[in-house]
């Protein structure tokens, strides 16, 4: 028999564990299930694009991104969650400015993965808390992690907002400084799936959920999760553990009253449409 292929997308972050661990293992072929894990760098955004264009079946994707896409009219469709816990967004500026006080942050640009990204999204979150809205001109797209490194190793003062944890690296390498955390009242993760997807391969992706899903108890209770994170995402055994103390997976319906939160964000802040646009 033939198996049931699955493209899917997620970031290069050890949020991700579980899905690699199942594959290593053989959990999804064992289901007559051939998962085509696609790795982003670019994140949410770029994501978001390859499922419009048909590139991929599902996404892990942050979950104001995820929002912000739906309700522009993006054919996907929240199908679980993925991590209940809000993601902790480090703002980072370069090192070696004079950056550190909130007050020494207003009217500086921002640095984003891409328009429509959780950075991008997360930035604007950021600046509304400072008492300014950033345009057009004070968003700079540097595609990922990267392109954000080199951005803050020349020129003028820059923000980037992204996962605590993963950019890590590059403050202990003396890039970027961590000058505040920033999280949402929402899940740090979903994942999504094409609308036509949804119709048309129903019960592959639920199997792929309840496979995922049996991962996800597995690694909870595993006497072995911070070596499989220090190997996964390349922390020490101090980072490991300290980013498991802030994670919670879990797949399960969305709460209402989370997301209801998030879309009232997204349109205070003019992301997408209002409610009154939406329902006419």
Known sequence: MALRRVRIAGVPEPYNLPW??????????????????????EGTGRMCRMLREGELDMAVLVTEGAAADILNGGPIRIVSTFVESPL?????????SALRAPADLMQVPY????????SQIMAMLHAESLGWRPEERDLEVVHNMAGAAARMSE??????????????????AGVMRCVDVVRGDWPGFVIVAREDYIREQAATMEAVLVLLAREVADLRT??????????????????????LEGVEWRLDQPSYLRLSALVGTLQALKLVPSEKAQGS
């Open 20 to 41: 690699h661990l199942a594959m290593e293992k053989g959990a999804f072929k064992e289901a007559g299930i051939e998962l085509e894990w696609h790795t982003v760098h």
């Open 88 to 96: 902790p967004w480090g703002v980072h500026v370069p090192a070696g």
């Open 111 to 118: 640095a984003i993965s891409r328009r429509g990204s959780g």
């Open 155 to 172: 020129g003028s003062p820059i923000i980037f907002l992204w996962e605590q944890f993963v950019t890590a690296r590059y403050v202990d």
């Open 222 to 243: 595993g006497p072995h999760v911070v070596e499989l994170v220090m190997q996964n995402a390349g922390f020490s055994e101090e980072r490991a553990r300290e980013w």
